[in-house]
């Protein structure tokens, strides 16, 4: 089994930064992938950002966003910049744990999430 725990949310100016952090424990060895989440009240669930043999990234976070990892400490780590109000959203870290993953910023693709932590930008 896996425990996800995301913290670093916030509220910011719109064209400031956040880091968010997701400290993974447990069955960790078994992790195929892992990415950030966001989703915002009445709205399906979207994929910003994911790690699996390479970086994955939604076209609104390209070139602002970078996702990243400490394979030692098993932290993911998603540093936001430049930071819009449209970027306002609940932000969940998750993982696919011990199967296959063809589509790595696919929600229905993960089989384990931490419980969220928010981000609000105001203009």
């Not at 400031?16 to 195929?32: F, H, N």
């Not at 970078?66 to 449209?86: A, F, G, R, W």
């Not at 959203?89 to 999430?113: G, K, Q, T």
Request: net charge neutral.
């Amino acid at each position: 089994q896996l425990q996800l725990v995301e913290s670093g949310g916030g509220s910011v100016q719109a064209g400031g930064s956040l880091r968010l952090s997701c400290a993974a424990r447990g069955d960790t060895s078994r992790i195929e992938c892992m990415g950030w989440f966001r989703q915002v009240p009445g709205k399906e669930r979207e994929g910003v950002a994911a790690l699996h043999a390479g970086k994955y990234y939604s076209d609104s976070a390209k070139d602002r966003f970078t996702i990243s990892q400490d394979y030692d400490k098993n932290v993911l780590y998603l540093q936001m910049n430049n930071l819009k109000p449209e970027d306002t959203a609940m932000y969940y870290c998750a993982a696919v744990h011990a199967r296959a993953i063809r589509r790595p910023l696919d929600h229905s693709e993960y089989n384990f999430w931490g419980q969220g932590t928010q981000v609000t930008v105001s203009s």
